[in-house]
């Protein structure tokens, strides 16, 4: 592991317990005490995350809001500062070259964060396709990012004495929403987002400030049950909330439309790059969808799984664990259009098991508080 | 931590003789270096196991390793109590998380370790 990229926490990983795995470059901790405990954490207290392998772009200028818009598909041109959202960025031809979040930060400012393993990809994107009223910065070493989840994820931020004087900015903060905070010496931008389906934060600041942020909050949610939590559990959390990949449900061969994150394409927008491909295949009929699986036992479908209806392979199994939170194999899988309602099983390793197509999420989303 | 009374394999597999049957599991290095796990696949009764053939899977919440016989002989039974709770293999891999029972057909003793050599193997 000699060769892999550190974030600022990479040491503190190491010498609280962490195995550390390769992800993206990066040495990252996959688990500390183990995957179904930190799982369980963030579902019933609250964990955090160090994700600052996650790359941050900056684009900025007077032409900024109108530049990222022509090459995302979602929609920022009415976007207040503040506040964020989630989109696809796409290729002339519609496929998924990453999803991303994006921040406006204030009316010439904004912040895209981009999946860790598309950060050269998406940087020379923008680099190539940015007009001179624009400029981008590449930001992804110097920052870190920590995410705080979980139903008790507010109570830390109430409980860490650095916060006292904003705690009312913090409780008004809706979700998909942002603040600049200066916290004595620390500058943080807190964002109300995260990737588990449940209420909870995402904290960006300089990496050099990442170690006091991270033992302090570890301090502060002592008393709510607050765990480090590794990415093993931050995939198992995400797959029970439905939220799709980069590198599993997501890829250069589908578009927003065949990989479960539809909703992102504003085609009424105008113009972006992407958009002749998408509306074609909208008019066409989408080939394939993403669709839900759930198993009966404890059985896992693994990503690359067969999908079949009466013998027949009707697609693939992009995502699959076993759900700590309802005690079975769930997965998400991408299946011909025609496939996407009929009686299907998955082929596990020779053995057919039979599946229940599912509405997700398969854990209901309280991102917004409980439903 | 390791039973004296165990014999251990390089696959990490331990194995207690009682009389013509063995009782298999696999070692606390195995259940850590896992994690947790979450099913497991493992032989009916009245199956006929090789040594060194798969005997059964071993699913973790990020992969699924296969899990191989220490010896040759006729599967007596498999633990039940995992089909439900898998977890009693990293809490307790020498007594509740055992999961075969084998009548013996063939073993060769010379394949496996004690605790010292097993320990010296994973601890260094």
Redesign the interface.
């Known amino acids: 592991m000699t060769n892999l990229q550190r974030t600022a926490l990479t040491a503190w990983h190491a010498e609280n317990g962490a195995?550390l795995v390769e992800f993206a470059g990066y040495s990252m901790p996959?688990?500390y005490e183990?995957?179904?405990?930190e799982h369980r954490a963030v579902r019933r207290a609250c964990g955090v995350f160090d994700v600052s392998h996650m790359a941050e772009l900056r684009v900025t200028g007077s032409d900024a809001r109108a530049e990222v818009n022509r090459l995302i598909t979602n929609d920022v041109s009415k976007l207040e500062p503040g506040h964020a959202v989630y989109t696809a960025l796409c290729n002339d031809a519609g496929m998924v070259l990453d999803d991303l979040l994006v921040y406006a930060l204030a009316d010439d400012d904004f912040m895209i964060v981009a999946n860790a393993c598309n950060r050269a990809k998406v940087t020379s994107w923008f680099a190539e396709r940015l007009g001179t009223g624009a400029s981008l910065r590449d930001e992804s070493d110097e920052t870190a990012l920590v995410a705080l989840q979980g139903p008790r994820s507010l109570d830390v931020l109430r409980a860490w004495p650095r916060l006292l004087s904003s705690t009312r900015a913090v409780e008004a903060l809706e979700y998909y929403s942002c603040q600049r905070l200066q916290l004595d010496d620390m500058p943080l931008l807190l964002s109300r987002t995260g990737y588990t389906g449940e209420w909870g934060y995402e904290l960006y600041l300089p990496a050099a400030h990442a170690l006091a942020l991270w033992e302090e909050l570890l301090a502060a949610g002592a008393s709510c049950g607050l765990k480090p939590c590794g990415l093993?559990a931050r995939d198992?959390l995400r797959l029970e909330a439905g939220f799709s990949l980069y590198g599993h449900e997501l890829d250069e061969d589908v578009t927003p439309f065949e990989s479960g994150i539809g909703w992102v394409v504003r085609l009424r927008k105008g113009d972006f790059i992407g958009r002749d491909a998408l509306l074609a295949q909208k008019e066409a009929g989408i080939p394939r969808r993403t669709i839900a699986l759930g198993l009966s036992?404890?059985?896992?479908a693994?990503q690359g799984a067969r999908v079949l209806h009466e013998g027949a392979a009707v697609g693939v199994v992009t995502s699959g664990?076993?759900s700590?939170t309802l005690q079975h194999?769930i997965a998400l899988a991408r299946v011909s259009d025609r496939a996407a309602e009929a009686r299907l099983q998955v082929d596990i390793?020779g053995k057919l098991a039979d599946v229940e197509i599912q509405k997700p999420p398969f854990v209901p989303n309280r991102t917004r508080g409980e439903s | 931590m390791r039973p004296d009374d165990l014999k251990y394999s390089r696959e990490h597999e331990w194995v207690r003789i009682e009389g013509g049957e063995a009782v298999i599991g696999i070692t606390d290095f195995a259940a850590d270096e896992l994690?947790?796990i979450?099913?497991l696949?493992l032989p009916e009764a009245g199956q006929m196991v090789l040594a060194g053939e798969p005997l059964g899977?071993i699913?973790?919440?990020?992969a699924?390793e296969e899990l191989y016989s220490p010896l040759s002989g006729e599967v007596i039974e498999s633990n039940p109590d995992l089909?439900e709770q898998?977890?009693k293999v990293?809490a307790d891999p020498y007594g509740d998380g055992w999961m075969v029972r084998v009548r013996i057909a063939e073993l060769d003793e010379n394949e496996l370790m004690d605790a010292a050599a097993y320990g010296e193997m994973v601890d260094g």
């Not at chain 1, 183990?34 to 405990?37: D, M, P």
């Not at chain 2, 699913?59 to 990020?62: D, F, M, Q, S």
């Open positions: 195995k996959l688990q183990g995957v179904v405990a093993g198992t036992g404890r059985n896992i693994r664990s076993f700590p194999g390793r | 994690g947790d979450v099913f696949e899977t699913e973790t919440v990020k699924v089909s898998p977890e990293n």
